[in-house]
């Protein structure tokens, strides 16, 4: 049965199509029941025809919701109906950190609490014994409220082949998440060639310190916009993994120094002088970050603009003279006192001022 937008699997009801890739093709599915949107990976049909390499995924996929992170997108089940197969996984919404680093550089202040949250999910993983092996930045996403989201944890090893022995490198599918083209090819290398460690790149088997590999990948492309290893194709990828180095150059000015040998630690092609665990990576960041430079800068930028501030100034001392001037207006007006004052003449001259009125009569009168 192939899925499309109104099917039915299991409890679910698919919505849309979210994305395809050689894991499979991930669907938004809606839960009646539990009212809440999940993703469903639907696993190639390969799958369908090797029970024993779907019991194994089965095994590996109940390691994985095992993992219980902030930062890792959890995986809640494993669904199957007429020949479908499909892990349930958490619907983290929001850009991808491939769609952000699209934009441009991220300056270093926003880059590295991305970074600290993805070496979160790489140390909660690890300490599980589960490593990602695909780590990029289109399975790291970024929610709204500031959240990262790794995506698709331990998958590459659940969906490998059984056996070992390697094909040449120049098979690797330089594509998100793929493997052979029939997903059954015996010894085809998993992953992303641009973020391959070089144990990767030559077929040996992966462990955490091929993460941190892949995680030193991403923190020089979010802090440079490009990739630290990126030829014309993947054969020409996988030589640049194997025998040059990054061009530590296009890391900005103001990269802490901490955070430089941090990366050339993490891009250390020999494994054994490679950081070691992702918990040194957690500390090291958190250092940087509370370096003071940076950490001015940080608080700087989630105030507002100089430009901004001056507006809210020039608004708010506009309010207050209008406020006062209104007050001015509109004070209340006392009314103006009354004065009253009595004169007494004395008594011959009373008369006499009457006499001369009474006279001034009587003229007026003669004169009508």
């Known amino acids: 049965m192939a899925l499309s937008a109104g099917s039915r699997l299991g409890p679910y009801e698919v919505t849309a199509l979210l994305g395809e890739g050689g894991m499979g093709k991930v669907w938004r599915a809606h839960h009646a029941g539990l009212k809440r949107d999940d993703a469903l990976k639907v696993l190639p049909d390969a799958f369908a025809a090797d029970p024993d390499r779907l019991a194994r995924f089965r095994q590996e996929a109940q390691i994985l919701a095992s993992l219980n992170h902030p930062n890792i997108a959890h995986v809640y089940g494993f669904e199957q109906s007429d020949g479908v197969q499909a892990l349930v ?13 699209v934009q441009g550089p991220i300056p270093v202040d926003e880059a590295l609490p991305i970074a600290g949250q993805i070496a979160e999910a790489l140390e909660a993983a690890h300490e599980s014994g589960i490593i990602h092996r695909d780590l990029k930045p289109a399975n790291i996403k970024l929610r709204d409220d500031g959240t990262v989201k790794v995506l698709d944890f331990g998958l590459a090893k659940a969906l490998e082949p059984a056996a070992a022995t390697v094909q040449p490198a120049a098979t690797v599918l330089n594509a998100p998440t793929k493997t052979s083209p029939a997903m059954t090819q015996v010894g085809v290398i998993l992953g992303t060639a641009a973020y391959m460690s070089r144990e990767q790149a030559k077929g040996r088997a992966a ?34 993994v194997l025998t040059k180095s990054p061009h530590w150059g296009a890391l900005p000015a103001n990269t802490p120094t901490r955070i430089v040998t941090l990366l050339r630690r993490g891009l250390e092609k020999d494994w054994r002088r490679r950081l070691a665990d992702a918990v040194s990576v957690r500390l090291d960041i958190d250092d940087a970050l509370a370096e003071p430079q940076l950490a001015h800068a940080t608080a700087a930028s989630t105030l507002p603009s100089p430009r901004t501030l001056a507006l809210a100034a020039g608004a708010f001392t506009l309010g207050v003279a209008i406020s006062a001037g209104a007050a001015w207006i509109w004070r ?12 007494r003449l004395p008594a011959d001259r009373g008369s006499a001022v009457a006499r001369r009125r009474e006279r001034s009569v009587h003229s007026l009168a003669s004169r009508l």
Do not use: N
């Not at 996984?89 to 680093?101: F, K, N, Q, S």
């Not at 310190?209 to 990828?237: I, K, Q």
């Not at 209340?332 to 004169?343: D, H, L, N, Y």
């Open 332 to 343: 209340p007006v006392s009314p103006a006192p009354v004065f009253r004052s009595e004169m």
């Open 207 to 240: 462990d955490k310190r091929s993460d941190l590999w892949a995680f030193g990948c991403v923190l020089y492309e979010m802090l440079t916009g490009r990739a630290a290893f990126a030829g014309d194709d993947v054969a020409d990828t996988l030589a640049f």
């Open 89 to 101: 996984m958490e619907l983290v919404e929001g850009p991808t950190l491939a769609d952000r680093i």
